[in-house]
Each structure stands twice: as C-alpha cells, then as structure tokens.
C-alpha cells in the first residue's frame, strides 16, 4: 500500500517519524536499541548480517543498516534518536550523523553550523505551495546535498 | 499551601552535557553556551527550589518503540542517569519527590489528563544536562526533581494547546498540595533544530526569537501553533518546543521575563533560555522589579552585582 501523504511530506529533506514509519520501522528500531548493550555491539561488529537476522527486517531495511544508508534507515521507519546509537556504535556524534545525512563533508557541515546553520529560507515546502514563501528560493541547500536529491522520488514510494 | 514561583526553559543539547562530562567548558566554542547560563545559576541559588517539576522528552532511553507513554510522570523516589551507549553521565541520582508526584497524578487524572505513572525510570541526557546548566555540577542535586516525560518523538507528540493546558493542570494540583513548597517548572528542549535526513542543520532564529517573545507575552498565540509550523519552521525535531507550554501553562497568565540567552549552534541546535517569574512575585533576590526595556539590562547588571559581593 501506497503511503499516505500528510502536509508534512511537503517539508523537503524531512522524514517524519510518523506512526506509519514506527510500525513499518519497529525492527530497524528495536535493532538500535539493541545497541545499547555493549555484548550486543560485539555480537553485531563480529558479523554484522547474522546478527540482523535477529530483528526481522526488510531486506531493504538490512541492506539499509549494511550499508550505513541513514537517510534510507528514516525513510524506512527508523528514528533518529535509535539510529544514532548505530552511530555511537561506529564511534559517530549526532553531528557526524546530521552531516553524512545532508551529503556535507564534515569540515562544510561544521562551517554551516559556526555560520548559523541551514537558513529556513528555500527550505520550507516541496510544493513551493507554503504560507511562507522564501523571497529568494535559493538552490544553495540542494546543491551542497546530493542525498536530498535522492530522497525526494524515494519518500513518494514510500 | 505549595506554589509555582518561576519557569526556566533550556535546552538539553546531549553535547552539551559531553562537554561538561570531558571538561570542555572553557573552550571557546562552549564557552558561548555556558557563560549565557552564568546568571541563571545565581539567580537558581537565591530563588532556592524545593522541587523542580523537570519536563522533558527521553531520547530511546527509558522508553523504546515498545512503549510510547505520551506523558509520563516520575513518581520514583529516585531515578538513575541512564546508560546511553556510553555508560551512564557522571551525575548524582536525581531524587524524587514521591508525595508530591502522588498528588499531581491524582489531581491532574481526574481533570482529565490521562497520564502514565512512572515507579521506576532511567533519566537521560533530556532531563540532566538542564540540571547541569541551571545547577552546575554539585556533588548531589540540591533539590528532588519530578520528571515529566512528553513523547516528542513519535508524531504526533501532544498538541501546543494539549502541553499548555495540563501545565494549567500541574499548577492546579500543586497548588491543593499543603505543604509549603516553592516550586520551579522547568520546560526543556529545542530551541530551532533538525538532526535527521538531508535538512539536518536547520536553524531558524527569526523564529525562535519570536518564540520566546510570545512566551512570556502571548503563550495563548503559541498554544494554537500547529505542529506542521514547528517542523517546517524549526525543524523536525524543533517541535519538541511544545513542551515549553506544559511549563508556561503553570505559570500565571502574566509574567516578568528576568532572564533570556540565546545562541547558535551548540552542536546542531540553536539554544535558547529564558526566566519567568509571576508578575510582582519575585523568586529571588532583593528590590523592586526593573520593568519594559530596561528589565534584562537591570537583570544583568544586578546580576553583576550580586557577583561581585
């Protein structure tokens, strides 16, 4: 089944952690927390696809986790706050994460961040159809991220 | 009779608290954050908290995806930092305030907030870098805490208006308990932030600062703010903002803001942090209240002085 679309799918880059992805994501979810147990990480470390099978999940959702794939692990079900402990488990911050998420070198995220952050502007609504819209769209954002590119036909397929 | 007698809100950024656990704070770049809380930490000592009524959201600590309790009160009588993937933070247990906890959830259920009660709970960094900030780092707490866990994570997280309403709720039932006890609400969280997918990095501070406005003066105006404008304008994880209203709500309808900061970025998050108390009851220190533009100034500089002796 078709995903359901919500006003929020219209955020660009965004994928919200809706009760659809949770229970599409239970898995992705319960595996990260996993984590969390440093017998775990070992088990996990020591053969990374056996350990998956523990958690029944999609092949798209393992190929996901394989590959370190974290904007296709959301679009997946998976939750920020529970693939970071994969994160951790690689030894990543929050920060690494959010900048291998934009498609950003860590030193460019680092420098956006120092510089205020990602402006709003240009980055409110697909659609272009928000009440507020950027006086100048500008197309900074999506070039600096290839990733965002990507995910926008994915997050239709749902 | 006990009484609400100020709101704090901060944020509870994880690497803030990283930076106090590896003695970061001097360097510059944390420098920035934490020398805004400098005053705050004064101003915590003179108003000098029984309890502090901590709202916050737990990041998969304490609750996974097998349950999501939309709000959760801690009724413990103390509640341990949480292991978080790299051994829980070196902080003291946070007490609890079991009696008083008992009586919120008796009073706020039957006014028709159906809240989960909570016997045992790991806290996480949601709930101890705020402590930290307002506190500093003291061998034990100097005051029991009662957590208040709001899902903010699964969406949808309760409505603005929800959170504002049963901050009406909580100072109701603190307000029937007998025992004199000067309480302080603590709404933590946000400011502007995204940390997932390719947006990650948002800030928007045209927006926050707006928000603070609107949180001392107009808190009515936040509580109708749908949630699709926190994510779009603050970022997907910015609508953890919400639970700043579960603590405006048990504050008066008119306020004096003592004390704001804000700064970008700490880590990925814009951070923001302000200082209400009821209008004409001050919670601390001497003296009449500095009114209109000259309030903050008047704050820092008493502050200063204050310092200074």
């Given amino acids: 089944m078709a995903r359901e679309q919500h006003d929020y799918d219209d955020i660009p880059g965004t994928f919200v952690f809706d009760q659809e992805r949770s229970r599409q994501g239970f898995g992705i979810n319960m595996f990260c927390m996993s984590l969390m147990k440093d017998e775990n990480r070992k088990a996990f470390k020591a053969n990374e696809p056996e350990y998956l099978k523990k958690f029944n999940l999609t092949p798209a959702q393992a190929d996901a986790i394989l590959k370190r794939d974290y904007n296709r692990m959301l679009e997946l079900g998976g939750n920020i706050y529970f693939t970071a402990k994969l994160g951790a488990t690689d030894g990543h911050s929050f920060r690494h994460l959010a900048a291998v998420m934009t498609g950003s070198t860590q030193d460019d995220y680092a420098n956006m961040m120092l510089a205020g952050g990602r402006s709003v502007e240009g980055n409110r609504s697909r659609s272009g159809k928000d009440a507020k819209p950027a006086k100048k769209p500008t197309k900074k954002a999506k070039a600096k991220s290839k990733t965002k590119a990507r995910a926008k036909p994915r997050s239709k397929r749902g | ?309």
């Fill in chain 2, 1 to 309: 009779m006990a009484r609400i007698i100020a709101g704090v809100t901060s944020s509870h950024v994880p690497a803030i608290g990283a930076a106090i656990d590896n003695h970061q704070t001097e360097e510059p770049y944390w420098k920035r954050v934490f020398s805004g809380f400098e005053r705050s930490k004064e101003w915590m000592r003179q108003a000098k908290p029984d309890v502090v009524i901590l709202i916050y959201n737990d990041h998969a600590s304490a609750f996974s995806v097998e349950m999501v309790p939309t709000f959760a009160l801690g009724c413990a009588a103390e509640f341990p930092p949480a292991d978080e993937g790299w051994g829980p933070r070196p902080v003291p247990v946070v007490k609890g305030h079991p009696e008083l906890a008992a009586h919120i959830a008796q009073s706020v259920i039957l006014d028709e907030f159906d809240i989960t009660v909570v016997n045992k709970m790991e806290v996480d960094h949601g709930l101890t870098v705020p402590m930290n900030l307002l506190f500093g780092s003291p061998k034990e707490w100097p005051c029991p805490v009662i957590p208040l866990a709001v899902n903010v994570v699964l969406y949808p997280p309760p409505t603005g208006h929800r959170c504002f309403m049963l901050g009406r709720a909580i100072r109701k039932a603190v307000q029937s308990y007998p025992e004199d006890l000067r309480v302080v609400v603590f709404g933590t969280g946000g400011m502007s932030h995204q940390i997932s997918g390719p947006r990650a990095g948002l800030i928007n501070s045209k927006f926050d600062k707006a928000f603070l406005d609107n949180l001392s003066k107009n808190p009515q105006k936040l509580a109708r703010m749908p949630h699709l404008e926190y994510m779009r304008e603050a970022g997907a994880e910015g609508i953890e903002m919400v639970m700043w209203l579960v603590m405006r709500g048990a504050l008066d309808d008119k306020v004096d803001e003592i004390y704001r900061f804000y700064t970008v970025p700490a880590s990925n998050t814009a951070v923001g942090h302000i200082i209400l108390e009821p209008r004409g009851k001050k919670a601390a220190g001497k003296g009449k209240k500095p009114a209109g533009k000259m309030k903050r100034a008047a704050a820092r500089a008493k502050s200063e002085v204050r310092r200074s002796k």
